[in-house]
């Protein structure tokens, strides 16, 4: 599988960003990913983002971590954090940057550790790819805690992404998918990659899921457009 993600970051990385990733996606049009805004400080990062990172404690392992922005942060501020991602020109791309402690995996093959913080950012929950597979995510993000720890992860609702009526409800399609599952395609310098499921889960159905399995689901944050963050931690 190409991996075209990996590929863009590794030219911005080298000095040879000439175009930006795009996407396609069974919901919208074609869209495209800006390569310099993977790279961006902390003062260019979304009010979610600075937030999680601000309440980020302990070993932290940073899931779909892609450049390192957020690990690099962490790093610099004295944390012993870990980034984590399935690709490996991301990974090539979080060691050129600096970050010290790195892992090729995807993180539901990933069980050697334990943390006082995951982060899964930039819609992380996304990589459990459909609805009917959130509750084994969940229970793998919980294995990976330590008593005390936290999953910090943001999400969106796209609810809004679908006609609204006069009385303010939404025009869901009833074809027994639930409406946050996407399927996305990458494409970068005409090479393509697979396409792969994501889904964004709204913040009721996050907690049920994670009440379900035996976390807490905290709303920590709302951002300006159905996002939100949120804070789980196992029950007591």
């Not at 911005?12 to 800006?34: A, F, H, M, N, R």
């Not at 796209?158 to 006609?163: A, H, K, L, N, P």
């Not at 027994?176 to 792969?196: C, I, S």
């Amino acid at each position: 599988m190409a991996d075209v993600f990996g590929r863009a970051l590794l030219d911005y990385q080298k000095g040879d960003y000439t175009e930006d990733i795009k996407t396609y996606s069974s919901l919208d049009e074609e869209d495209v990913i800006p390569v310099p805004y993977l790279f961006r400080e902390f003062d260019e990062m979304p009010k979610i983002e600075q937030k999680a990172l601000q309440l980020a404690r302990g070993k932290v392992l940073d899931i779909g971590a892609g450049a390192g922005s957020h690990a690099l942060y962490l790093q610099n501020k004295g944390f012993d954090v870990t980034a984590l991602d399935n690709s490996e020109g991301c990974i090539a791309v979080c060691k050129e940057r600096g970050i010290r402690s790195t892992v090729v995996s995807d993180v539901l093959d990933y069980a050697n550790e334990r943390y006082d913080t995951l982060l899964l950012l930039m819609n992380g929950i996304g990589l459990a790819g459909k609805l009917n597979n959130l509750s084994r995510f969940l229970l793998h993000l919980a294995s990976l805690l330590q008593p005390n720890g936290q999953i910090l992860l943001d999400s969106s609702d796209i609810v809004y992404m679908f006609e609204q009526d006069e009385d303010g409800g939404y025009w869901i399609p009833n074809d027994g998918t639930y409406y946050g599952e996407v399927v996305f395609e990458m494409e970068y310098k005409g090479q393509k990659g697979k396409a792969f499921d994501w889904v964004y889960v709204d913040f009721d159905t996050l907690q049920n899921a994670s009440e379900s399995n035996g976390l807490d689901c905290e709303l920590v944050i709302s951002g300006e457009h159905f996002d939100y963050l949120a804070k789980l931690t196992l029950k007591k």
